[in-house]
């Protein structure tokens, strides 16, 4: 079955990642697109993890994953290549209802990283549903060539004038006009 697409507000929760090599820097970095209040629990670090860890003033225990450790978190990624510790963990996420993402086992997954283009307030995704993680990628750079920088601008302009306007069809209407003549007019120059 696949994932069902959603945006989530990652505001105010906590966040483990249980891991510290390549795969973990990668997720990191995905995570750091979206919230700081991340918690990194590894015995052994890569450079470029220690690295973001001091950038962005992250929580940081140096030690295997222990039970329990996933107490009070929202979220949990786990990315380390141990199967068996990565049931253990999405076991145990499960029993307390927090969401959970074993790498490369969508078995002990609630939730998949899908491939993202993100340019301001605009985030485009795209998933296979972990079926083929490379066609995603190469799907969504071939797709984020069309995304002019200057809707980062855009879009702030819309924000403002939407906190501008009362509520209502009329602020509805001038919204919709304005988004579909932005758009209209850069697929025109694409021509």
Same mark, same amino acid.
């Given at each position: 079955m696949a994932y069902f697409p959603a945006f989530v507000k990652l505001d105010h929760k906590k966040v483990l990642l249980i891991g510290g090599g390549s795969v973990a820097k990668e997720k990191l970095e995905k995570l750091l697109d979206f919230t700081h209040n991340i918690t990194v629990i590894a015995p052994d670090i890569s450079d470029a993890v220690e690295q973001m860890i001091h950038d962005y003033k992250l929580q940081f225990y140096r030690r295997p994953y222990q039970t329990g450790d996933i107490e009070d978190f929202f979220l949990v990624v786990v990315a380390?290549?141990?199967?068996?510790?990565?049931?253990?963990?999405y076991e145990a996420c499960q029993s307390r209802h927090i969401l959970c993402n074993s790498v490369d086992s969508v078995d002990y997954c609630d939730f998949i990283f899908p491939s993202y283009t993100k340019k301001g307030?605009?985030? +485009? =995704?795209?998933?296979?549903?972990?079926?083929?993680?490379? +066609? =995603?990628?190469?799907?969504?750079?071939?797709?984020?060539k069309l995304i002019p920088d200057s809707i980062a601008d855009f879009l702030e302009e819309m924000k403002v004038l939407r906190a501008s306007l009362p509520k209502g069809k009329a602020r509805m209407k001038l919204l919709d006009e304005k988004a579909k003549e932005y758009i209209e007019t850069l697929f025109k120059k694409g021509q």
């Open positions: 380390v290549d141990d199967v068996s510790l990565q049931k253990e963990i307030a605009l985030t +485009v =995704a795209f998933s296979t549903s972990g079926i083929s993680p490379s +066609v =995603a990628k190469y799907l969504r750079r071939a797709i984020e």
